[in-house]
């Protein structure tokens, strides 16, 4: 199964505060088939929020976590009609949303996929056409050799 699909993309998303976001991430998963119960991944998400922003800077936050919920590995992008407030490590609002679900065991694959994430922010051509992309169609053509 595909960690990342065309139907994990949602953009202008009316979302107003990081507990919304996270509960929207919780229902996708399960409607997606990609978790066992949503409130189960929302609480690792919580959990994982806890230790230390996800909000990682420049509007971009990476809410992640390894679960027993999870049955399948998955990657959600999400970029909102508006920015929220999100304590990210620059203090910046967030509009870009990655979020990484994976079972307890896929420990490796977890971090591997958080650095992909990570290095596409870094190069700035890559962030503008993905900031610039209108449809899902053109975020999935964008990302979808990165996130296999």
Excluded: C, W
């Excluded at 505060?17 to 509960?23: D, E, P, R």
């Excluded at 994982?48 to 590995?73: K, N």
């Excluded at 870009?96 to 977890?110: G, L, R, T, V």
């Excluded at 994430?117 to 209108?134: C, M, P, S, V």
């Amino acid at each position: 199964m595909n960690i990342f699909k065309e139907t994990h993309i949602y953009l202008d998303l009316a979302i107003e505060n990081k507990q919304a976001l996270f509960n929207f991430i919780g229902d996708e998963l399960k409607k997606l088939g990609r978790v066992t119960e949503s409130k189960d991944f929302v609480r690792a998400l919580n959990k994982r929020e806890s230790e230390i922003s996800t909000g990682i800077g420049d509007g971009l936050a990476i809410p992640h976590a390894l679960d027993t919920s999870v049955l399948f590995p998955t990657v959600l992008y999400m970029r909102l009609k508006e920015p929220i407030a999100y304590e990210a490590l620059d203090q910046k609002p967030v509009q870009e949303i990655f979020s990484i679900a994976m079972p307890n065991s896929y420990q490796k694959e977890h971090l591997e996929i958080l650095s992909k994430i990570a290095n596409l922010y870094l190069d700035d051509a890559t962030k503008e056409a993905l900031q610039a992309a209108n449809t899902a169609s053109k975020v999935y053509q964008l990302l979808s050799k990165t996130l296999k």
